[in-house]
């Protein structure tokens, strides 16, 4: 199985950017469609964003024009691209491979505030 490291969360203001990155390690990482999720305090864990190699990305339409997913699989690497943060996108972000039985990262902290 996967393992998932996430990083690249931080504290941002509103209309900022930020990208978050997440390294994967064993298995054969090509072969997971790839997403992202966010939890935001005292709500159920969201699906944001995913990727399949070789296709584009699909999103929460909440996030749509914004946000960019992508992968590198040389690299097994996932990332998320985040343009126009608002304060709404605050919450901690998790990588995921293979959907919701699938590998999970231990999470990555978004705040968006000025």
């Known amino acids: 199985q996967v393992q998932l490291v996430e990083s690249g969360g931080g504290l941002v203001q509103p209309g900022g950017s930020l990208r978050l990155s997440c390294a994967a390690s064993?298995?054969?990482?090509?072969?997971?469609?790839m997403y992202w999720y966010r939890q935001a305090p005292g709500k159920q864990r969201e699906w944001v964003a995913g990727?399949?190699?070789?296709?584009?990305?699909n999103y929460v339409s909440s996030v749509k024009g914004r946000f960019t997913i992508s992968r590198d699989n040389a690299a097994k690497t996932v990332y998320l691209q985040m343009n126009s943060l608002k304060p709404e996108d605050t919450a901690v972000y998790y990588c995921n491979a293979g959907g919701t039985n699938g590998s999970w990262g231990q999470g990555t902290q978004v705040t968006v505030s000025s």
């Open positions: 064993g298995g054969i990482f090509s072969f997971y469609v």
């Open positions: 990727i399949r190699s070789g296709g584009s990305g």
